[in-house]
């Protein structure tokens, strides 16, 4: 903090930085604690994320063809509605550059 001048008191510029650094203290608390859930909530995905590739894993073991089953995965997150019409594209398109449709 920079002194006033000899004989010179000021006391309104040093109050506004007072409360300007608790404002900031307060704001930066506040900021921290968003950055500390945020990175939390990512050391939780990443976790997750483990465990998926672990089941997987374990449905590659066990036989299962894992490219269907994340097929199986992406097409249940639909609604019915949405999975007809995206097939219906597909084999306009399929039909459209000559592949048979199956």
Known sequence: MISPPKGRNIP??????EEARNSNSVAGARL???IERIEQ?????????E?????YAEAKG??????IIRQI??????TQEKRKEE???RDAYMV???????
């Open 51 to 55: 465990d998926v590739a672990q089941v």
């Open 62 to 67: 066990a036989g299962y063809d894992v490219k």
């Open 73 to 78: 995965v992406r097409l249940r997150k639909d």
């Open 32 to 34: 921290k604690s968003v």
């Open 41 to 49: 909530l990512n050391s939780e995905r990443a976790a997750i994320g």
């Open 87 to 89: 097939g219906d594209v």
């Open 96 to 102: 459209a550059i000559g592949m048979d449709l199956v």
């Open 12 to 17: 309104a510029l040093e109050t506004g930085q």
